[in-house]
């Protein structure tokens, strides 16, 4: 069972990044998935989410406009395209997989995601 995360890198704020979360050895067409961040010294922080069915997402409001997040349920992959990218979005990006099947909301709380990815650092400079 294995989320892997990938796609991260140093860049320059205005900047575009776009992760990928490839799932195996898990259902994934029928949850939901979830990116978080968590910056240094700082606690996770909740960034987007994308239903089972891919038409459903939600972001926080720091990100809205910025960031949007996709699936490919044929890939067994998540998405989240970053785009103007700001130094303050600059952490360790995390995706998972919300531990519901079919689930009906939204979950900002990481105590609602089963399985976790390792990360992927995302620094931008200013």
């Known amino acids: 069972v294995q989320l892997q995360a990938s796609g991260g890198g140093l860049v320059q704020a205005g900047d575009s990044l776009r992760l990928s979360c490839l799932a195996s050895?898990?259902?994934?067409?029928?949850?939901?998935m979830g990116w978080f961040r968590q910056a240094p010294g700082k606690e996770r922080e909740f960034v987007a989410a994308?239903?089972?069915?891919?038409?459903?997402?939600y972001y926080i409001d720091s990100v809205k406009g910025r960031f949007t997040i996709s699936r490919d349920n044929a890939k067994n992959t998540v998405y989240l395209q970053m785009n103007s990218l700001k130094p303050e979005d600059t952490a360790v990006y995390y995706c998972a997989r919300d531990s519901e099947y079919l689930g009906t909301y939204w979950k900002k709380n990481s105590a609602e995601y089963d399985y976790w990815g390792q990360g992927t650092q995302v620094t931008v400079s200013s």
């Open positions: 994308i239903s089972w069915r891919p038409a459903f997402t």
């Open positions: 050895g898990l259902t994934f067409s029928k949850y939901g």
